[in-house]
């Protein structure tokens, strides 16, 4: 993470026309990076690719600058940054999700650079958002319509899961015949950018069993409830429930009376958040996810980032991690209450098989789940 904080130094500084680009005359493909932001979609989805996609010997990448997590960029925030000589440069210009009509501005692209192809990254089915998921009410008819309309411009399009590759591509072209966008998947990975400082990971020597649950939506409050109230006697005296989330969440969990049974922490910055999971000891964590079309398509970094960590998961089987972990070796699945209950039992019965599930979680999300060759030439194959 320190790499990336002096990356978003070293851009904002250098911001404006005056800034010193190395553009090279050579035979690689380039790409531009458009103000992705420090928060984990910016991270994984933008910067840790670029800064990744550098190290190869086929693709160059630029970042224009690395935003604050403000979700209301205006046209003027990107136009501030496009600097012509850039816009010449690149061979893909990709930008995040954006909620503001910048049609005009990818016609201005397209006048000074015909051979380039803009992409848009989009992260998640914002389109299938319901009133309970996190950071819903931030998105607008009028929001969503301006994402669809810029999507309708753009030549590619990116998605972190194949089944919203899938959905994305029906639904672009169902509300716009015309739209000659291509969608493509390119799964969320870790980097050793973010983790070269990772402190040495500190366990839980309390009496409890510590178990997570990472900025839970109004649904997963409903969750912990049933969890809470039904727990048997054993898992009652045993477990601990730890949550990072808003005030909001805390609020709705007293609301059902089970505020006493969980330990609360505010949520924080991403730069910080490394270190706060870290120092909140797990033992295992809780990725719940009801059955809903935005839950088949939602990227799954939570489940990487607690492998990363060594914490073993407990997903729904609604959850996209799914796809990712393998039953019993890096992690369980559940649906019923019953099968919350068994998975938590195990891992707190068999210290043994918790032990064997974090190793195994952790070697695999950097063996299957990180920018290695395999993985770095499937996404500069995207870019040819």
């Known amino acids: 993470m320190r790499k990336i904080i002096e990356l978003k130094q070293k851009l904002n500084s250098d911001l404006g026309f005056n800034q010193k680009y190395t553009l090279k005359d050579d035979d690689k493909t ?6 992705p932001m420090l928060n984990a979609t910016g991270y994984y989805r933008m910067i840790a690719q670029a800064m990744e996609i550098n190290k190869t010997d086929t693709h160059t990448a630029i970042i224009t600058n690395i935003d604050s997590n403000d ?4 046209l003027d925030e990107f136009t501030a940054v496009l600097d012509e000589r850039l816009l010449i440069w690149a061979d893909y210009i990709i930008f995040s999700s954006t909620f503001v009509d910048i049609t005009y501005l990818l016609k201005a692209i397209k006048a000074i650079n015909r051979g380039v192809q803009i992409t848009m990254d989009v992260d998640q089915n914002y389109f299938a958002l319901n009133q309970m998921s996190y950071g819903a009410k931030k998105i607008t008819e009028t929001s969503l319509a301006n994402l669809e309309k810029n999507m309708a411009f753009i030549d590619l399009v990116t998605v972190p899961t194949i089944s919203f590759k899938n959905y994305l591509n029906r639904f672009i072209h169902a509300r716009n015949p015309n739209a000659n966008a291509m969608v493509t998947c390119i799964p969320n990975l870790v980097s050793v950018y973010g983790y070269e400082k990772t402190p040495t990971l500190v366990k839980n020597t309390s009496d409890k069993f510590r178990v997570g649950i990472i900025k839970p939506t109004q649904e997963d409050i409903l969750l912990l409830k049933q969890l809470v109230l039904k727990m048997n006697s054993f898992l009652k005296g045993k477990i601990q429930i730890v949550c990072i989330g808003n005030l909001v969440l805390k609020e709705l969990a007293k609301k059902h009376g089970i505020d006493t049974d969980i330990e609360f922490h505010k949520t924080v910055s991403f730069k910080d958040y490394y270190q706060k999971l870290n120092e909140l000891r797990l033992d295992a964590a809780l990725l719940p996810a009801k059955e809903a079309l935005y839950n088949n398509h939602h990227s799954s970094y939570s489940y990487l980032e607690l492998s990363v960590f060594g914490i073993p998961v407990i997903a729904s089987i609604h959850h996209s991690s799914k796809l990712l972990l393998k039953e019993g070796a890096t992690g369980f699945l559940a649906n019923e209450l019953s099968e919350w209950y068994e998975a938590l039992e195990l891992l707190i019965k068999k210290p043994t098989l918790k032990d064997e599930v974090r190793n195994n979680a952790l070697k695999s999300v950097w063996r299957n789940f990180s920018y ?13």
């Open 71 to 74: 979700f209301g960029k205006s």
């Open 372 to 384: 290695n060759r395999k993985q770095l030439r499937r996404i500069t194959e995207v870019f040819i």
């Open 30 to 35: 380039h790409l531009l990076y458009v103000n």
